[in-house]
C-alpha cells in the first residue's frame, strides 16, 4: 500500500490548510486512515482518523473544533482540513493507514512520505 500525502506549506498564524492522502496498490477500504505530526526531538503525535466505512472520526484534544478529517471513497482519499492554525501545529504531518481495528487512536500499518506544515506567529 502506498500513501501519497501532499498540501502543506507555510501559513500564517489563523490561516487555513487542506492535506490530502491519496492510498493506492493495495486492498481497500483500509478500517482507518488518519494522520500524525511531528516535530524534531518529539515522538509522533496522533491528530486524528476516520474509520472508513462508519466515516466517525476522532481527534486529539488539541486540534478539536480547528481540524475536520473527511474521506473520498470513490478516489481512497483522506483530507485534513486546517483552520486557526498555531505555531504549535508546525510539524510534518503524515498520513497513515490500519488494516484493522488497533484502538482508539492507530496503529499505523502503513505510512505516507510525510508533508511539512511551517505556521507563523
Known amino acids: 500500500v502506498q500513501l501519497q500525502a501532499s498540501g502543506g506549506g507555510l501559513v500564517q498564524a489563523g490561516g487555513s490548510l487542506r492535506l490530502a492522502c491519496a492510498a493506492s496498490?493495495?486492498?481497500?477500504?483500509?478500517?482507518?486512515m488518519g494522520w500524525f505530526r511531528q516535530v524534531p526531538e518529539k515522538a509522533r503525535e496522533f491528530v486524528a482518523h476516520?474509520?472508513?466505512?462508519?466515516?466517525?472520526?476522532y481527534y486529539t484534544d488539541s486540534v478539536k473544533g480547528r481540524f475536520t478529517i473527511s474521506r473520498d471513497s470513490a478516489w481512497n482519499t483522506v483530507y485534513l482540513q486546517m483552520k486557526d492554525l498555531k505555531p504549535e501545529d508546525t510539524a510534518v504531518y503524515y498520513c497513515?493507514?490500519?488494516?484493522?481495528?488497533?484502538?482508539?487512536?492507530?496503529?499505523?500499518?502503513?505510512w505516507g512520505q510525510g508533508t511539512l506544515v511551517t505556521v507563523s506567529s
Open positions: 497513515a493507514a490500519d488494516r484493522i481495528y488497533f484502538g482508539p487512536t492507530m496503529k499505523g500499518d502503513f
Open positions: 476516520i474509520t472508513w466505512n462508519t466515516g466517525s472520526t
Open positions: 496498490g493495495g486492498t481497500f477500504p483500509m478500517y482507518r
